[in-house]
């Protein structure tokens, strides 16, 4: 069992390294981030907790995955069925899975059928250049959706012409092969990636074996002043999904096939930026339930399209910063479960950001948002950022936001554990912070208290085990908390980042005694830990760790370790997840995976 006198033991392990002297490293101090609104700010002037995952943590992750990627930012529960990425739900600060915003490049890769699909991405870990998670409601310029955040997935911009292939095979049947391309032109910039993960299963009774493979191609294009960018992907995953969202019966299969392409681009008009995008996101989704007592299988096929575009504008002038936009986004459902639906979403938006003085700045937005099943909602928001000093910045924000029902959540038919809801309405939610965040050329340390009350929350309950869960609207929802982010960059040759982060986090909701799947199904206590070491010149280690309490029960300390053997340009690596060998439920009623090892080889050019 792990105790407190445990948790305090490891901490103090680690204070020695905290203290030692380390050389500069600029990258900490004043990092440019493009996630926490369409007025670009630096991580100094934000008025909201956010945190970066750089391109030299995700190159020596001992993941291959994105679910087990995110496993390393404080505050973000990443609850997996099956592992290894397979099935993943990510919520932040205590929010589920259909109120996290994921986009690539800025562009939302959201599903009107449900949040369940939210990681059904495209992209391979080589493709990705960081990854910026903004904690609480996102910018007006998202629109609904980024209830708890928003995570932005950033893609690489080749600097020359590379290459590289890996292979790598392991426990239960693993094996898998990546490659990618990058080329580089005096006015162009070209990346194309591609991955095929599979295995034969965990558990060699039930259907837990996948086979996982996606594509993805970027490319960007300087005009003069201008700038195009063009993307374009695809996910197909089959997989066995033994207890993955009901446990009354068990043997379940799913495969699904995500599409998605976009354009975007920064256009130079006067004193105006205009940025104007535009996405198409299909998703096909075949699921099957085998029910013994009936003597048959049942089968469900889902189809969604997501149509969208947005226009953008920005400019800076003498009273500050202020930037517009509006945009339109169809989304339709093909379903021989649901039935066949359509709905619209428009949207206008503006924020402003400008000086109090000489250390103060002050945002302030607001969004119009028409949702054609469900009116009008309105989501002001304000941030404000004080320079305490030039390393030290104290800031407060507070926003309205709102999430309309999937199609999952309306109309999913009872008799196989779950049963939707017509008459749902959207949820309304208030979410405030205040904290503090100290960064100088070597450490980042941010820290922040956290409140949100959700009006109409969207969840599913059940009365006793043997009933279906149906979806409802709930009140009284308030939940609250505190976080703790350090991280360290040290230029010592054995030591690498160490990034370290602590949430806590209390919920209420009446529930009038039913079970709730979600809302309450969240961390107590959540502790990550991620670290890089070089013990010999070519012999790289990192470890990750995370120790989760959650309230709805079950508790577990995970580990994660990946050795690495450099040799000119070949790469060989031993990875393992999951080494303490923990049982443990994470999502659903579908246990991880226990330890498990794999070999790689790599060659990068």
Not at 500 to 510: I, S
Request: hydrophobic share 40%.
């Amino acid at each position: 069992m792990i105790t407190l006198r445990r948790l305090r033991f490891a901490g103090l392990c680690w204070l020695p390294w905290l203290a030692v002297p380390v050389a500069a490293a600029p990258e900490l101090q004043d990092t440019l981030v493009v996630t926490a609104s369409p007025i670009a700010s630096s991580l100094s002037d934000l008025g909201q907790s956010m945190s970066v995952i750089t391109r030299a943590e995700i190159q020596s992750a001992p993941v291959d995955n994105l679910a087990d990627l995110l496993q390393v930012v404080g505050g973000v529960d990443v609850r997996q069925r099956g592992g290894r990425g397979v099935q993943a739900d990510v919520g932040i600060r205590g929010t589920a899975f259909e109120q996290t915003l994921v986009m690539i490049d800025g562009v939302r890769m959201s599903d009107p059928q449900t949040g369940h699909h939210a990681m059904n991405l495209p992209l391979p870990l080589e493709h990705l250049e960081r990854i910026e998670v903004l904690k609480g409601p996102g910018s007006a310029a998202f629109g609904p959706g980024a209830t708890g955040g928003a995570i932005n997935l950033i893609t690489r911009r080749p600097a020359a012409t590379e290459a590289g292939v890996s292979l790598a095979a392991g426990q239960h049947g693993y094996r898998a092969v990546s490659g990618h391309l990058g080329l580089r032109g005096e006015n162009s910039g070209h990346m194309l990636s591609a991955t095929r993960r599979q295995a034969d299963g965990h558990i060699s009774a039930e259907p837990t074996d996948f086979e996982l493979q996606n594509a993805y191609y970027s490319g960007h294009f300087d005009i003069g002043p201008h700038e195009l960018r063009v993307g374009a992907g695809i996910d197909d995953r089959d997989f066995g999904a033994f207890k993955f969202y009901v446990d009354r019966f068990p043997d379940q299969r799913e495969q699904t096939r995500a599409l998605t392409a976009q354009v975007a681009g920064d256009v130079v008009a006067g004193d105006w930026l205009l940025t104007p995008a535009l996405f198409w996101r299909q998703h096909e989704d075949w699921f099957r339930t085998r029910i013994p007592e009936f003597g048959r299988d049942f089968i469900n096929e889902h189809e969604t399209r997501v149509l969208g575009g947005r226009l953008g504008a920005r400019r800076d002038w003498s009273g500050g910063v202020t930037a517009l936009g509006a945009g339109l986004i169809d989304e339709r459902i093909d379903s021989t479960a649901l039935g066949d639906h359509d709905r619209r979403e428009r949207s206008a938006w503006m924020e402003h950001q400008f000086g109090v003085g000489a250390r103060t700045r002050l945002s302030l937005s607001a969004a119009a948002v028409d949702f054609s099943d469900h009116g009008t909602v309105f989501l002001p928001g304000a941030s404000l950022s004080y320079s305490l000093r030039p390393d030290t910045t104290l800031f407060a924000a507070a926003s309205r936001s709102a999430r309309p029902p999937s199609y999952i959540e309306r109309f999913l038919p009872g008799g196989a554990g779950n049963q939707g809801n017509p008459d749902l309405e959207p949820e309304r939610s208030v979410q405030a912070e205040a904290g503090l965040r100290w960064q100088d050329e070597r450490h980042a340390l941010s820290a922040a208290v956290f409140q949100r009350r959700t009006d109409n929350l969207i969840d599913w309950s059940r009365p006793a085990p043997d009933a279906d869960f149906v979806s409802a609207n709930f009140d009284g929802h308030r939940s609250r908390g505190a976080e703790l982010e350090y991280r360290l960059r040290s230029d010592w040759t054995w030591l690498g980042d160490v990034r370290m982060g602590y949430t806590h986090l209390r919920t209420r909701l009446d529930a009038g005694g039913e079970e709730v799947a979600y809302a309450l199904d969240h961390p107590r206590h959540h502790v990550t830990l991620s670290a890089r070491f070089t013990w010999l010149p070519a012999l790289d280690h990192s470890l990750q760790m995370r120790y989760v309490d959650r309230r709805g029960g079950g508790s577990a300390m995970l580990l994660a370790s990946r050795l690495s053997w450099r040799w000119q340009q070949l790469e060989i690596s031993l990875e393992g997840s999951n080494l303490l060998d923990r049982d443990y439920i994470e999502a659903g009623f579908a246990p991880l995976p226990g330890r498990w090892l794999i070999a790689g080889v790599a060659w990068r050019m």
